[in-house]
């Protein structure tokens, strides 16, 4: 659940009278929907999203990420509301000497699962990006499209109730675009919310659905597109 109520955000960016990337924004999203997040530069998404991870607070106004209220979120519960999200970013952001199998491993060895867990965790994961057979290889072996689903499995290895996706397909051949999501979507049916930030127009067209516009900070279309599978 994400509900942002009366939000501003300003920056005091050493202009004179800073910067307002977000006035008056208020969104509710409930669990288990799929929502694309659409604007044109500087309408204020990436602030959006900082604000969903708490990497910045409001000026003004509450956010509600899964039950946390992020204004009164104590820093030492930062690491497990993190938990809670999985992030995706344009650039992968893979680590280079690891295997496609470790890269996995890697972020549930750091929420402590078991050696048991992880070896169940991992390949059924990996599959699920129809990627099992690429579990041995290094990142750089593989497509962008390849290393986007290495980054979708690792973000839901951990269970996580939200999943945020920063331009997923920013950096991916326009052909392979859709299959990145309609992975997100098919997490999303086992009931991940799935928040997408997307340039892409045509995507957003082909698969439709809820779609929220930002224009200059604020949202200036919170509705329903038709679009499908
Ligand atoms: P988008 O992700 O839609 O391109 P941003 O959220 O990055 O938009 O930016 C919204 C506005 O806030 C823009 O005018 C941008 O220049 C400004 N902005 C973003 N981050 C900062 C910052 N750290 N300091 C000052 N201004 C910022």
Redesign the pocket.
Known sequence: MVELKNVDVH?N?GLKGG?D?LNDVNIRINDGEFVFIV?S???????LLKLLTREIQPTKGRVFVNDYNLSKLKNRKLPYFRRSLGMIFQDFRLIPNLTVYENVAFVLRVIDKSKRYIRQRVPYVLNLVKLGDKAKCYPSQLSGGEQQRVAIARAFACDPQIIIADEPTGNIDPALSYEIVELLMDINECGTTVIMVTHDHEIVRHFGGRVIN?KD?SVDYDDYMEGGR
Do not use: W
């Open positions: 920056y960016d910067i990337a604007g530069s500087g309408a204020g998404k990436s602030t930002l900070g």
